[in-house]
């Protein structure tokens, strides 16, 4: 158990919806990222918030956003969904120790579009 | 920019064979490099680290030493497992604008059969 707790575990819902899929990090810890894992495209980073605030943007979509909350709590939102959004989400908080992090990912949230 | 690349899978062993996945990387600057392993039906877990040339990192009998020379981070066990059969991913992070960036590579599926 790494410490990171992701809600829900899975999800179906249908195109054109929106979802809102939840992370809390390890105590602690104040960064937090979001990963998507399709079968097609691999582990993508799609965004970092660091203590509230947006650190790092990688291949995240517009129809997507995200946000840390002041109790580091961090919420994925995924609007005008699309098939191809079918994917395993993951959030990871780190740890920064001797300027040398370490993240530590939450078990994913499956996520069905039909 | 950054850049990881894995042999690519799936990788077939007997139970009690010996294992190596290989791992190159690209990278500006001084790099941390990381083993995490995907069981079936689970979240990432790191399963070892290194942060400086010629570290070794182990944990569960896997090893792999961070060679500067060579860009390469393979990972390696003596024995493995069924229990072994999972997913391996290569990841690095660099500091970037004050923030670490990870880049992950594709992933190496390990099938060990009894």
């Known amino acids: 158990d790494s410490g990171v707790t992701q809600t829900p575990k899975h999800l179906i819902t249908a195109t054109g919806q929106r979802v809102t899929l939840r992370c809390s990090p390890r105590s602690g810890d104040l960064s937090v990222y979001w990963y998507q894992q399709s079968l097609d495209q691999g582990l993508q980073f799609l965004i970092q918030y660091y203590n509230g605030e947006e650190r790092a943007k990688g291949n995240i979509l517009e129809r997507f956003s995200a946000q840390q909350f002041p109790d580091l709590h961090s919420e994925l939102n995924l609007s005008s969904l699309e098939l191809g959004d079918s994917a395993l989400y993951f959030c990871a908080s780190s740890v920064t120790r001797d300027a040398q992090e370490t993240q530590y990912f939450g078990p994913g949230t499956r996520l069905l579009v039909l | 920019g950054n850049s990881v690349t894995q042999m690519e899978g799936p990788v077939t062993l007997s139970e009690e064979a010996f294992l190596t996945i290989n791992c190159t990387y690209t990278?500006?600057?001084?790099?941390?490099l990381f083993w995490y392993v995907q069981y079936p039906g689970e979240g990432l877990q790191l399963l070892l680290k290194a942060t400086k040339a010629d570290d070794k990192g182990s944990n569960k009998g896997f090893e792999a030493t961070y060679r500067k020379e060579t860009t390469s981070f393979h990972l390696e066990k003596g024995s493995v497992q069924v229990s072994d059969s999972a997913v391996y991913f290569c990841?690095?992070?660099?500091?970037?604008?004050?923030?670490?960036?990870?880049?992950f590579g594709t992933g190496t599926k390990l099938q060990v059969i009894p």
């Open positions: 990278a500006t600057g001084y790099p941390s």
């Open positions: 990841a690095l992070t660099t500091a970037s604008g004050g923030y670490q960036k990870v880049t």
